[in-house]
């Protein structure tokens, strides 16, 4: 277990806003009566950058966002399972550049949706419980991780539908996984976290012969010979209730558990004793009233500013490149009462879209300031 380094304080970032940005909202759109649990842009294509997803209930539904607060309805799939929920979507792409969305949820069961002709491009069956994460390697994007309450992350081809290796074991995590993330330029890291309290650091250095295998097999997608990863390099206890958000910020991690903030800091891994080293907390960003659990921050491309909603409807938007950190605006609407399960930012961070547990996405522009 790594230790947290003594002799450095934390910087903690101030709740007045420093005015950099002024967003007002220039939509708001009812979807349904279940609660939406995710939004994403699709940073994946460069083509597709203002193309948005959401999930609620067996539903996942494509937007666009146009000028003037436009938000247009691209495409909709609705799982044939009615008793579906999903939690969590992802965007991805084939060999041949096809989006695809690749979302899960409540039945465990991945699906992998052709977002051309919202076909299921392939399901991905193999996870024992619930789904509450998807992310996708941008450096290689037919690669997803899943996170899962059956206590394992599992690494996916969506192109040939492989399973190519489970994070689980010996030193896997012992609840439920909440979130888990690709390292932005390191192909072989990731981090998990989750109900264990715990964020965990993979390496998949050693096991890299078999994600190039999964590109080039002809057999069976069950004849792959899957790996299992039992240990992490580095297991970290930065947080004393559930972890459900861990993002990488270059090298260093931003991570949030149920008490009204999120955390920087920075892994320093033992290459010889792996599990062990040491954890340097840097900054805490707070975010009032965000003390229940499944509440997800979203960064914009650069990692310039991160977004997150709390449990009464706003949003704080927080600048990263900082020290100490700076608030960048506190969003607030008086119709805006619901808990925000997930923001998305655009591309450049000039859109802010929310989704919360009403139904409803809401979206926040910037409004140019003289």
Same mark, same amino acid.
């Given at each position: 277990?790594?230790?947290?380094?003594?002799?450095?304080?934390?910087?903690?970032?101030?709740?007045?806003?420093?005015?950099?940005?002024?967003?007002?909202?220039?939509?708001?759109?009812?979807?349904?009566?279940?609660?939406?649990?995710?939004?994403?842009? #699709?940073?994946?294509?460069?083509?597709?950058?203002?193309? *948005? @997803?959401?999930? %609620? +209930?067996? $539903?996942?539904? !494509?937007?666009?966002?146009?000028?003037?607060?436009?938000?247009?309805?691209?495409?909709?799939?609705?799982?044939?399972?009615?008793?579906?929920?999903?939690?969590?979507?992802?965007?991805?792409?084939?060999?041949?550049?096809?989006?695809?969305?690749?979302?899960?949820?409540?039945?465990?069961?991945?699906?992998?949706?052709?977002?051309?002709?919202?076909?299921?491009?392939?399901?991905?069956?193999?996870?024992?419980?619930?789904?509450?994460?998807?992310?996708?390697?941008?450096?290689?994007?037919?690669?997803?991780?899943?996170?899962?309450?059956?206590?394992?992350?599992?690494?996916? #081809?969506?192109?040939?539908?492989?399973?190519?290796?489970? *994070? @689980?074991?010996? %030193? +896997?995590? $012992?609840?439920? !996984?909440?979130?888990?993330?690709?390292?932005?330029?390191?192909?072989?890291?990731?981090?998990?976290?989750?109900?264990?309290?715990?964020?965990?650091?993979?390496?998949?250095?050693?096991?890299?012969?078999?994600?190039?295998?999964?590109?080039?097999?002809?057999?069976?997608?069950?004849?792959?010979?899957?790996?299992?990863?039992?240990?992490?390099?580095?297991?970290?206890?930065?947080?004393?209730?559930?972890?459900?958000?861990?993002?990488?910020?270059?090298?260093?991690?931003?991570?949030?558990?149920?008490?009204?903030?999120?955390?920087?800091?920075?892994?320093?891994?033992?290459?010889?004793?792996?599990?062990?080293?040491?954890?340097?907390?840097?900054?805490?960003?707070?975010?009032?009233?965000?003390?229940?659990?499944?509440?997800?921050?979203?960064?914009?491309?650069?990692?310039?500013?991160?977004?997150?909603?709390?449990?009464?409807?706003?949003?704080?938007?927080?600048?990263?490149?900082?020290?100490?950190?700076?608030?960048?605006?506190?969003?607030?609407?008086?119709?805006?009462?619901?808990?925000?399960?997930?923001?998305?930012?655009?591309?450049?961070?000039?859109?802010?879209?929310?989704?919360?547990?009403?139904?409803?996405?809401?979206?926040?522009?910037?409004?140019?300031?003289?």
């Amino acid at each position: 277990m790594a230790k947290i380094t003594l002799g450095c304080e934390p910087v903690i970032g101030s709740l007045i806003p420093s005015k950099k940005r002024d967003y007002r909202v220039t939509n708001r759109l009812q979807e349904g009566k279940r609660p939406i649990y995710a939004v994403v842009f #699709n940073f994946i294509d460069s083509r597709y950058y203002n193309v *948005f @997803a959401t999930v %609620g +209930g067996n $539903r996942v539904t !494509v937007y666009q966002c146009l000028e003037g607060g436009v938000i247009a309805v691209l495409q909709s799939y609705i799982d044939e399972d009615k008793d579906e929920s999903f939690y969590t979507v992802s965007w991805a792409c084939d060999a041949d550049g096809t989006p695809l969305l690749v979302a899960g949820g409540i039945n465990g069961i991945i699906r992998v949706i052709d977002a051309g002709n919202e076909k299921i491009h392939k399901s991905f069956v193999g996870h024992g419980d619930s789904v509450n994460e998807i992310r996708t390697q941008a450096l290689r994007p037919s690669l997803v991780l899943s996170a899962s309450k059956d206590e394992s992350v599992r690494l996916w #081809n969506v192109q040939t539908g492989i399973c190519i290796l489970i *994070f @689980a074991g010996a %030193g +896997g995590h $012992r609840n439920e !996984v909440l979130s888990v993330d690709f390292h932005p330029s390191d192909i072989y890291r990731i981090a998990s976290c989750g109900m264990d309290n715990t964020v965990k650091i993979w390496s998949m250095k050693e096991f890299w012969t078999y994600v190039e295998r999964s590109f080039t097999w002809e057999g069976s997608p069950s004849q792959f010979p899957t790996k299992y990863v039992q240990f992490p390099v580095l297991i970290a206890s930065i947080h004393t209730n559930y972890v459900d958000c861990n993002r990488w910020l270059g090298d260093f991690i931003l991570s949030k558990s149920v008490d009204n903030e999120f955390v920087l800091w920075e892994p320093k891994m033992k290459e010889q004793s792996p599990g062990e080293g040491t954890v340097d907390i840097l900054q805490k960003y707070p975010v009032p009233e965000c003390d229940i659990w499944f509440i997800k921050l979203s960064c914009d491309f650069h990692y310039n500013a991160a977004a997150i909603g709390n449990r009464e409807g706003k949003i704080f938007v927080w600048e990263l490149q900082t020290s100490p950190p700076s608030l960048i605006a506190r969003l607030s609407h008086v119709q805006s009462k619901s808990p925000i399960r997930q923001t998305a930012m655009s591309f450049d961070g000039s859109t802010i879209l929310s989704c919360c547990e009403d139904g409803t996405i809401w979206r926040w522009d910037t409004v140019a300031t003289s």
